[in-house]
Nanobody
Framework: QVQLVESGGGSVPAGGSLTLSCAVS???????????MAWFRQAPGKEREAVAF?????SPQYSVKGRFPISLDNAKSTLYLQMDSLEPEDTALYYC????????????????????WGQGTQVTVSS
């Protein structure tokens, strides 16, 4: 059974930093498994939006103006999101997700309905 568990959220002042982690179990992150991983976020009263994507062979792809680097440690089966210079507008519940990779373009082909999701980690940025 695939499980994703996020951690690393918290409350910080504007300009602060957080590093989010997503531990993956029940799925081996190797190129033979053809996968894409992503971070999404959802702020209160707003729709969920994509933050960044990365796959087994695809280069990182970014939304949110490319502000937050995404990285993957295959040996630790952990996905990361480095969040620096945080703004109050970044306040949201952040989720990681895992989907099958159908092409080299994870951002274009990511299927949120098919993907596995974590429970989310809250990020709150105060002004």
């Amino acid at each position: 059974q695939v499980q994703l568990v996020e951690s690393g959220g918290g409350s910080v002042p504007a300009g602060g930093s957080l590093t989010l982690s997503c531990a993956v179990s029940g799925f081996t992150l190797t190129s033979s498994n053809w996968y894409c991983m992503a971070w999404f976020r959802q702020a209160p009263g707003k729709e969920r939006e994509a933050v960044a994507f990365i796959g087994d062979i695809s280069s990182p792809q970014y939304s949110v103006k490319g502000r937050f680097p995404i990285s993957l440690d295959n040996a630790k089966s952990t996905l990361y999101l480095q969040m620096d210079s945080l703004e109050p507008e970044d306040t949201a519940l952040y989720y990681c997700a895992l989907d099958r990779r159908l092409s080299t373009n994870c951002q274009r082909d990511f299927n949120t309905g098919r993907a596995y999701w974590g429970q989310g980690t809250q990020v709150t940025v105060s002004s």
